[in-house]
T-cell receptor, first 115, second 110 residues
Framework: DAMVIQNPRYQVTQFGKPVTLSCSQT?????MYWYQQKSSQAPKLLFH???????NEADTPDNFQSRRPNTSFCFLDIRSPGLGDAAMYLC??????????????FGPGTRLTVT | DAKTTQPNSMESNEEEPVHLPCNHS???????IHWYRQLPSQGPEYVIH???SNVNNRMASLAIAEDRKSSTLILHRATLRDAAVYYC???????????FGQGTRLTINP
């Protein structure tokens, strides 16, 4: 089945140690998103790629970066994780064309713990 | 982005219909109304969307007020699996991103 895959599902990292989360999709969608969801809160968009165009949200900390080497893969890099970065990180994709904002398909998320 | 207002929580019984309200009084003519839900320990999933007319799909129905200032997501026969947080989100024509509010936590009693 076509889907959005996130690896790993659980990631533990140390304070200040760089970490990379990965997302892949078999849907061939042109837009990929990264969301952060802290406990008992709603998902919050960090950034998204429209094809190769990177769109950063104004309040996303510089500590968070992303790469999209091809259509299928997208990575979230946290350069120096702090305790406040512990959260569920959700990847999503959508196929956007014309003026209609397409439905987003979410992966299962990666739960990041910072020790 | 136009704001939506939803009740924090609702409760219903299994096999009964559920009506989840959403107010969006500042909606613009080019805003689509999308609903997503998030089951426990899972990523959100798309439920339904509409612009002006009522919509039905295999998961739910969406009833949109004539003035578009409110909408209601209808689950016709709730099951335990429908227990989730339901998000009502407005997305402007041409926009690419979702802005999640706090949503409604739906509890289904057996």
């Amino acid at each position: 089945d076509a889907m959005v895959i996130q690896n790993p599902r659980y990631q533990v990292t140390q304070f200040g140690k760089p970490v990379t989360l990965s997302c892949s999709q078999t849907l061939n969608h042109n837009v990929m998103y990264w969301y952060q969801q802290k406990s008992s809160q709603a998902p919050k968009l960090l950034f998204h790629y429209y094809d190769k165009d990177f769109n950063n949200e104004a309040d996303t900390p510089d500590n968070f970066q992303s790469r999209r080497p091809n259509t299928s893969f997208c990575f979230l890099d946290i350069r120096s994780p702090g305790l406040g970065d512990a959260a569920m990180y959700l990847c999503a994709t959508s196929r956007v064309w014309g003026v209609y904002p397409g439905e987003q398909y979410f992966g299962p998320g990666t739960r990041l713990t910072v020790t | 982005d136009a704001k939506t207002t939803q009740p924090n929580s609702m409760e219903s019984n299994e096999e009964e219909p559920v009506h989840l309200p959403c107010n969006h009084s500042t909606i613009s003519g080019t805003d689509y109304i999308h609903w997503y839900r998030q089951l426990p320990s899972q990523g959100p999933e798309y439920v339904i969307h509409g612009l002006t007319s009522n919509v039905n799909n295999r998961m739910a129905s969406l009833a949109i007020a004539e003035d578009r200032k409110s909408s209601t997501l209808i689950l016709h026969r709730a099951t335990l699996r429908d227990a989730a947080v339901y998000y009502c989100i407005l997305i402007r024509q041409g926009a690419q991103k979702l802005v999640f509010g706090q949503g409604t936590r739906l509890t289904i009693n057996p």
